[in-house]
């Protein structure tokens, strides 16, 4: 959202209406203003876009590799990868881990329903990616079942963009590489946006003693998508 559309003296002055962004970013500023310390003031929020990520690898499976399996196998391990979750925790667990009633409850809004717990440790651990390191999606990918090997081994990055005519479009606007003829390591990603695995259009060819095997078609990756790559839900904890 440009900064433009945003009171950066706070939100008296939006209209919570305007568009469903602005809404949100209202619904941002009574929760913090709400809850903050007397003289504590925050910076203006922003709200992070999407940068849809393509992969394309060769991979050598093992003998006894199920290449769908192995697809679905890359894809969910990436994902976990690139864009990782908070863990709730109930209340139980949290005690197992050695924190007191006064430690899980410090700073938990009063709310009907709720995801869990969260433990700060983790927070403090959680920090948004800005740069993907090719190495670590090297290992990432070796490191599924099935996979022998990984070569040529490159991401794309995809941006929605408005054109002149007022169409929105995704639009190229990064790239990394670690094949044969080229090497660029690191992928930055465009700023305010974070990383989404563009599942349906990764390529990812697949070999068995150098032999390749035939591509996973349009349709049956859309079944895999579907069936092995549904998004994490939290479980409500009353």
Known sequence: IPSACINKEGADNVTPFASPEIYLLHQVWEAL????N????????????????????????????????????????VRSFLTPKIRYYTLKELLDKGRSIEEIFEGRPL???????????DLDKFQRPRVIRLSDLFRVIAETAGVAAVQNLS????????????????R??????????SAIWEFKLT????????????????????????????????????????????????
């Open 155 to 170: 991401i794309e990055g995809y941006i929605q963009c408005c054109t002149d005519e007022g169409v929105f479009e995704w």
């Open 111 to 121: 709310d009907p329903s709720s995801a869990g717990f969260v433990d700060t440790d």
């Open 191 to 238: 700023e305010n946006h974070v990383p989404r695995v563009d599942f349906y259009n990764s390529c990812l060819k697949f070999y068995k003693n150098r032999i390749a095997l035939p591509e996973l078609g349009s349709a049956r990756r859309l079944e895999l998508i579907r069936r092995d790559l549904k998004p994490v839900q939290k479980a409500l904890f009353p």
């Open 38 to 77: 007397l003289c504590e003031d925050f910076l203006q929020p922003v709200l992070l876009e999407q940068e849809q990520v393509r992969i394309c690898a060769e991979i050598e499976l093992l003998p006894e590799a199920d290449p769908e399996k192995v697809w679905s196998g890359i894809m969910a391990r």
């Open 172 to 181: 190229k606007v990064n790239f990394a590489s670690a094949g044969v003829s």
């Open 33 to 36: 203003h709400a809850h903050r």
